[in-house]
């Protein structure tokens, strides 16, 4: 069975009929028809009842036709005649695809990644709709709908460590899967780390220029490197920050964090500074 597009399902055709199986090639007329009922869940046959009279020569045609069938599809055969009928098999010829996306990504929410989704064998339609599954993960969307260039994208976020897999779902199409590992992000968490570091360093240090304030050094500096270590996981967590805070538009590569955790340590801790009213006095 192949996919029809225009008629939304699967369609094929079933040849029924009898042979002598010692004598293949032999024809004759029954004395009397046998009936033979033909089922499917969830398909569409035509036609759905059999009056066999012959033995060998023309095959009985039944057209089939099903929106979601099973892998591999089977009709039941019903005779009264013979209990034992076999099931015909019939197999689908499912539209090849190819889930492009990366082996590895930063873990804990920290990674992204475009998931394109194309045909193997040719462009798919405009407007065609793919089912993508995760089994671990985050997808912008899972009904993809395919561009006016023939593909289909989404985004994956990452959780947490392990890894997960992408798998096409239902519809008239078949991919291999694909596995996505999901790795300790260890440049992201140095490049933070020393970012809201370095940030804090200068908070302090203009907090307390000409050595004129030289009490709870140590407090702002560990304020600063809070502040800045949690407002970028906000910021790769996908939470809104505050306007008046500068904000990348990709968060690609090391050097985002690291600058993300120098602004904000710097400029957040002096804001939380300033609104809890902090009093120094120079020594």
Same mark, same amino acid.
């Given at each position: 069975?192949?996919?029809?597009?225009?008629?939304?399902?699967?369609?094929? &055709?079933?040849?029924?009929?009898?042979?002598?199986?010692?004598?293949?090639?032999?024809?004759?007329?029954?004395?009397?028809?046998?009936?033979?009922?033909?089922?499917?869940?969830?398909?569409?046959?035509?036609?759905?009842?059999?009056?066999?009279?012959?033995?060998?020569?023309?095959?009985?045609?039944?057209?089939?036709?099903?929106?979601?069938?099973?892998?591999?599809?089977?009709?039941?055969?019903?005779?009264?005649?013979?209990?034992?009928?076999?099931?015909?098999?019939?197999? $689908?010829?499912?539209?090849?695809?190819?889930?492009?996306?990366?082996?590895?990504?930063?873990?804990?929410?920290?990674?992204?990644?475009?998931?394109?989704?194309?045909?193997?064998?040719?462009?798919?339609?405009?407007?065609?709709?793919?089912?993508?599954?995760?089994?671990?993960?985050?997808?912008?969307?899972?009904?993809?709908?395919?561009?006016?260039?023939? &593909?289909?994208?989404?985004?994956?976020?990452?959780?947490?460590?392990?890894?997960?897999? $992408?798998? &096409?779902?239902?519809?008239?199409?078949?991919?291999?899967?694909?596995?996505?590992?999901?790795?300790?992000?260890?440049?992201? $968490?140095?490049?933070?780390?020393?970012?809201?570091?370095?940030?804090?360093?200068?908070? &302090?240090?203009?907090?307390?220029?000409?050595?004129?304030?030289?009490?709870?050094?140590?407090?702002?500096?560990?304020?600063?490197?809070?502040?800045?270590?949690?407002?970028?996981?906000? $910021?790769?967590?996908?939470?809104?920050?505050?306007?008046?805070?500068?904000?990348?538009?990709?968060?690609?590569?090391?050097?985002?964090?690291?600058?993300?955790?120098?602004?904000?340590?710097?400029?957040?801790?002096?804001?939380?500074?300033?609104?809890?009213?902090?009093?120094?006095?120079?020594?």
């Amino acid at each position: 069975m192949t996919w029809n597009r225009d008629m939304g399902r699967f369609t094929g &055709v079933l040849l029924v009929g009898l042979i002598d199986r010692e004598r293949p090639g032999e024809q004759a007329r029954l004395p009397e028809a046998i009936a033979v009922q033909l089922l499917a869940a969830g398909a569409l046959l035509n036609p759905q009842e059999l009056a066999i009279d012959r033995i060998g020569g023309r095959l009985e045609r039944i057209d089939v036709s099903i929106a979601d069938p099973d892998d591999p599809f089977t009709v039941q055969l019903v005779s009264p005649v013979d209990q034992d009928v076999p099931q015909a098999v019939v197999p $689908l010829h499912r539209i090849p695809l190819v889930i492009m996306a990366p082996a590895q990504i930063d873990a804990f929410g920290i990674g992204v990644s475009d998931i394109t989704v194309r045909g193997r064998s040719g462009r798919l339609h405009p407007g065609d709709v793919v089912t993508l599954d995760l089994d671990n993960g985050a997808l912008d969307a899972t009904s993809l709908t395919v561009g006016p260039t023939g &593909v289909a994208t989404t985004r994956l976020r990452s959780t947490g460590l392990g890894q997960g897999e $992408l798998k &096409v779902v239902g519809g008239p199409y078949v991919a291999a899967p694909v596995k996505v590992r999901y790795a300790t992000p260890l440049l992201f $968490l140095m490049a933070t780390l020393i970012g809201a570091m370095l940030g804090a360093t200068l908070f &302090v240090y203009a907090r307390n220029r000409g050595g004129k304030l030289r009490t709870r050094l140590l407090f702002d500096w560990l304020i600063g490197i809070i502040v800045g270590v949690g407002i970028t996981a906000m $910021l790769y967590a996908g939470m809104k920050l505050p306007d008046w805070l500068p904000t990348p538009r990709n968060l690609v590569g090391t050097l985002v964090p690291f600058a993300m955790a120098f602004v904000a340590a710097a400029m957040g801790a002096a804001l939380i500074t300033f609104l809890t009213g902090f009093r120094r006095t120079g020594t």
